[in-house]
């Protein structure tokens, strides 16, 4: 699977570089996903730093990437829309402590019972969702104040910029790996954009940015400005879709014109200072009271964000245990997000989780260790602190141009010739998948949604899989002996195996090759040794586990239980388990 990406083992070069380059693609995601959740973009870049580090140190898989996620942010813009940003911190740390408690509990494991066609639809539909995210940055703001599509020659240097980009991370593995590609291709990218962007301003530059070749400055200019454009717009009112930059409404020209220049090209940087906790923070100045109000408020944004983060998280885990062909550990997994969540939210950030797209690029690159993600994050830290100008002449084109290389490995493309080769319920389960991935952009109950289909389907399947073999023995006795497996759907076709009333006086029924899965099972068999007894009838169960027999408890005194056939038994001994 993802032949694209190559299974290649951990070291420090490996590690330092593919954690550099990963750092470069971190900036615009997580500033992007602050804007989604409403926040400051620095919440964003905290938080990822603080997230990336901890995980990385505590977590169960080596050189996955975690950070400020788009799952989570689209999860508390509400949260920061109705209630303020300072509901968002608790909120998170509360996220962590259910999480850790999940850890602790060992349920990391029930990852393994995704099956395979869920996992390959949730790898296709995030592909599409990377892919689909990109579009974005193609994006700039029009003089109305909406974003618009690049046109024109603007866009003919964007997407040459990209391919050069696409050229270089594909073809430079071909001469040499002594350098990960995606960096080479980055730094080159780089230097034409700059070289194309000192020349000055043409007739076809973009329209309010001052750059030929949109950098990563020129996007947060552009989101700072189409929030400014959204206030000036709605006033004070809050709006219905709190993480949209496009206006709803109409606005004078004068109005959005002085919108979009309140906001200079230097507001627009990603610079700051260390973090520091967030009830020490003094632009915090009324913080939420430690109450049980409190609490109810922000009870349900963390439940929701500890199930999404773990469930992404384990799923990006289990998609890089697969690259790699190793094992990560769930549930420290589990502990170590749950973790980073709550010292994220004390330092004022919004929470995150594994990153499948970067995670992808660190493993494209040859990060194999922790050490990569380490490097992620504190040189993320440095952008903020020290780099900030020179992060921001990056040109967006570059790391468009990487993501797209990620949405081609990512994509299984075997998907497209296996229709006619798998059963068509597991194909409609891919898709499902797959189409709720993509237009509902909720990684989680997708996943969640495939899980319960596929169980439906299973059930649905084994139902009809129960029959018996009919026969007497010499004392005339009649044997049913049952095959396939007995639980809750096959119960109504178990039942139907028996002619009670024609039956002999003595009816055996063996167990040897079927298993009692459930309680509805052992009701079942309650229910026919009710029968058999009603018509004056002897039942006896042989191969059948002490376990049932003990549950037996309205047929206990009515049939004879024989073991002593069977020293290998073993049906229904996991039952209770």
């Not at 693609?25 to 500033?31: I, K, N």
């Not at 994050?377 to 967006?396: D, G, K, Q, S, T």
Request: with cysteine; aromatic share 8%.
């Amino acid at each position: 699977m993802l032949d694209y990406f190559r299974s290649r083992t951990s070291n420090v070069r490996a590690d330092v570089l593919s954690g550099l380059t990963v750092a470069l693609a971190l900036v615009p995601e997580a500033v992007a996903f602050a804007f989604v959740a409403g926040v400051d973009p620095l919440i964003g870049l905290y938080s990822a730093f603080f997230v990336g580090i901890i995980t990385t140190l505590l977590g169960g898989r080596p050189g996955m990437i975690s950070g400020a996620t788009g799952a989570m942010a689209v999860v508390v813009v509400t949260l920061v829309a109705q209630h303020g940003v300072v509901y968002l911190f608790p909120a998170v740390v509360l996220c962590g402590l259910i999480q850790i408690a999940v850890g602790a509990a060992r349920l990391g494991k029930l990852i393994r019972i995704v099956p395979a066609p869920v996992m390959l639809g949730f790898v296709n539909g995030l592909a599409i969702v990377i892919g689909m995210a990109q579009l974005g940055s193609f994006k700039v703001l029009g003089d109305g104040g909406t974003l618009e599509f690049l046109s024109g020659p603007a866009l003919g240097v964007m997407l040459t910029l990209v391919a050069i980009t696409m050229l270089i991370i594909w073809g430079l593995p071909k001469l040499t790996r002594a350098v990960p590609s995606s960096l080479v291709a980055i730094v080159s990218v780089s230097l034409i954009a700059a070289f194309l962007n000192a020349r000055g301003p043409a007739d076809w530059t973009p329209p309010n940015t001052a750059n030929i070749a949109p950098t990563v400055g020129d996007m947060l200019a552009t989101n700072l400005r189409a929030r400014a454009v959204q206030e000036a717009v709605r006033g004070d009112e809050p709006a219905a879709d709190p993480h949209a930059v496009t206006p709803t409404t109409t606005a004078s020209e004068e109005t959005v014109a002085a919108a979009i220049a309140s906001v200079d090209r230097s507001d627009a940087s990603i610079a700051g200072g260390l973090p520091i906790p967030f009830f020490l923070d003094p632009q915090y100045d009324v913080l939420p009271p430690f109450s049980l109000d409190t609490l109810w408020i922000i009870l349900p944004y963390s439940l929701v964000l500890a199930g999404v983060g773990l469930i992404e998280s384990l799923m990006t885990m289990t998609l890089i245990d697969e690259i790699t062909e190793t094992r990560g550990r769930g549930n420290r997994e589990c502990i170590g997000q749950g973790v980073a969540n709550v010292v994220c939210g004390l330092f004022g950030g919004m929470g995150g989780c594994a990153m499948i797209g970067q995670s992808l690029i660190n493993v494209n690159s040859g990060g194999r260790g922790r050490l990569s993600g380490v490097v992620a994050a504190c040189v993320l830290l440095a952008f903020v602190l020290v780099l900030a100008p020179w992060i921001e002449m990056i040109p967006m084109a570059a790391l468009v141009g990487v993501m797209f290389m990620v949405v081609i490995g990512t994509f299984e493309w075997a998907t497209l010739n296996m229709w006619r080769k798998v059963p068509k319920a597991d194909v409609g389960v891919m898709l499902l998948v797959t189409g709720y991935t993509v237009f509902m952009h909720d990684l989680a109950t997708a996943v969640l949604l495939g899980v319960a289909v596929s169980a439906v389907v299973f059930a649905w399947r084994h139902a009809t899989h129960i029959f018996a073999d009919e026969k007497f023995n010499d004392a005339g006795a009649k044997i049913y002996q049952v095959h396939g497996p007995l639980f809750f759907a096959s119960v109504p076709s178990f039942k139907e195996l028996f002619t009670v009333r024609d039956d002999p006086e003595d009816v055996v029924v063996d167990f040897y090759y079927t298993r009692v899965y459930d309680q509805s099972a052992l009701e079942a068999v309650n229910t026919i040794a009710e029968r058999y007894r009603a018509e004056g009838k002897r039942l006896h169960l042989t191969h059948l586990s002490g376990e049932c027999r003990q549950l037996l408890d309205r047929a206990a005194d009515l049939v004879e239980v024989n073991l002593s056939e069977d020293p290998q038994y073993h049906v229904a001994t996991d039952r209770l388990g």
